[in-house]
């Protein structure tokens, strides 16, 4: 992992004593500020249920396209379930990326489901341990987020729990993906074309293989890889609006592999920590000063996500 993503241990917020707490705070928010990016230990995934998915993940994948393509819901701006190659775009190119990918969703108590009217899972009948263990892997990360969220309200100076409530039934999204082998030369495709994260943070598991690159305030890129026991967290565009640009959205990207290594597929599976669509990303009055003005006009977390949605090509107009 390069030397300036900073990696911290998440029980020192859980379980630590004051002094140990306020060091994470100050440390999380200091990385965030700098580049956006940092690695944490000690997080509600087990390295067991890590395992799990992945093993999973690989068998749902080597499913023929035809048997994939089962799990695929049209008119969902891909939401829930099956998304194959070359749908998604970045926000700023036309070229789909060269990956295809699956979502799990949010699991809903039965007496909330009409007041949030999200899309239900969708289990895999060939591979039902995929959706068992994604859904578990679900949990976990939205876990391990509402403490990184606990972090960051504190750092700037909210009530700790500040986004519980926004977070507890949001409109989360748990993406296992495939970049597959590359077959012929890309003419401008890339596994995935450099964006940022629209959510208000994003937890990476380890991915099975390096691509994944940050670019830093001096405009280098740095490649990131998390160390099997590590979740790198991030900032997303969510975030960087409620916070006026204080803590920023990292601009990132997967690169193509070597070509002697195309024949190579890569795994990853980020966790978008969503709140619900109602929650209002209007710039907090303590981030905006005469020399940081107010950057962002008001809008609702779920007009947000539509328009992103369809910046990336998932939603049509």
Known sequence: MSSTIISINLNDFKNGTPSEKQTFVQDLGTAYEKIGFV????HEL??????????YTKEFYALPLETKMKYYIAGIAGQ?????WGTEHSKDSKVGDLKEFYHFGQEIPEDLKSKFDYYENISVDEVPEFSE?????????????KYMLRAIALYLNLDEMYFDDYIQYGNSILRPIHYGPIKDAPKNAVRAGQH????LITLLMGASAAGLEVLD???N???ITALPNQLVVNVGD???RLTNNKLRSTTHRVVNPPKEEWGTTRFSIPYFLHPVSEMRLDCLESCVTPENPKAYDDISAGDFLTERLIEIGLLKK
Do not use: P, V
């Open 221 to 223: 890129w740095i490649a």
């Open 46 to 55: 087990s390295d067991e249920l890590s395992a799990n998915l992945y093993k």
């Open 238 to 240: 969510m975030l960087q």
């Open 133 to 145: 263990y994604g859904l578990k892997a679900y949990a976990a990360l939205q876990e391990t987020g």
């Open 39 to 42: 690695a944490i230990y000690n």
């Open 217 to 219: 305030k001096q405009n």
């Open 196 to 199: 940022e994260d629209i959510n």
């Open 80 to 84: 829930r379930g099956f998304t194959s």
